[in-house]
């Protein structure tokens, strides 16, 4: 059976931190993984990664991914209170996106 | 604001009415898609639609009808629904399959 973990469920940091979230998984026909912000409505697009241990940037945000031990991790560095939101990883297998429970991220000023 | 547009933004219809959900884009995505979203739960995938043919059905209950009558437009026809599909409902596109998809604001449906 297909599984998306993300960790941790929630955290809270203070502006300025650097926060490391978690996304593993186990899914059969694996494509990429992707990665998307959500706050109030809709999922905001971040990165989609493909290719095992090429780091992707965008600005304060970074991501990499392992495709031998099944993982991902995003990098927010020098955090800002608008970086608050739930950040959801998702593999995708030919187009079925299949999404983790996501971390809940509350970034204090 | 999203470059896919879903209306209506709420609905709140009883459980023998028969309604109808909205998405549109003008990107030229030829993949479109629609997923559940439950209070503090990630989004489910319910549909995908490759070329205007129906690709994916995610054993979604026959009281949700998905329809795409050309390109740009996605429908979900709902009738006879229950209390607990109450949700937001969201579309999104995609250039194809695998590439990434781009969501809409939703439409938050309550059924009475």
């Known amino acids: 059976e297909d599984k998306v973990v993300q960790s941790p469920l929630s955290l809270v940091v203070h502006e300025g931190d650097t926060v490391t979230l978690n996304c593993s998984y186990e899914?059969?026909?694996?494509?990429?993984l992707l990665w998307y912000k959500q706050e109030k409505k809709a999922p905001t697009f971040l990165f989609m990664l493909t290719s095992s241990g090429i780091e992707k940037k965008s600005g304060r945000l970074s991501s990499i991914l392992d495709k031998k031990e099944l993982f991902s991790i995003l990098n927010i560095t020098a955090t800002q209170t608008g970086d608050s939101a739930v950040y959801l990883c998702?593999?995708?297998?030919?187009?079925?996106?299949?999404f983790g429970a996501g971390t809940q991220v509350v970034v204090t000023p | 604001d999203t470059e896919v547009t879903q209306t209506p933004k709420h609905l709140v219809m009883g459980m023998t009415n028969k309604k109808s959900l909205k998405c549109e884009q003008h990107m030229g995505h030829r993949a479109m898609y629609w997923y559940k979203q439950k209070a503090k739960k990630p989004p489910e995938l319910m549909f995908v639609y490759s070329y205007e043919k129906l690709s994916i059905n995610e054993s979604v209950p026959s009281r949700f009808s998905p329809e795409c009558p050309n390109s740009s437009l996605l429908n979900l026809h709902l009738h006879a629904l229950q209390p607990e599909d109450s949700a937001l409902y969201l579309c999104?596109?995609?250039?194809?399959?695998?590439?990434?998809?781009?969501f809409g604001d939703g439409t938050r449906l309550s059924i009475l």
């Open positions: 999104a596109s995609s250039q194809v399959f695998s590439q990434p998809q781009h």
């Open positions: 899914v059969t026909n694996f494509r990429s």
């Open positions: 998702a593999p995708d297998s030919w187009g079925k996106l299949q």
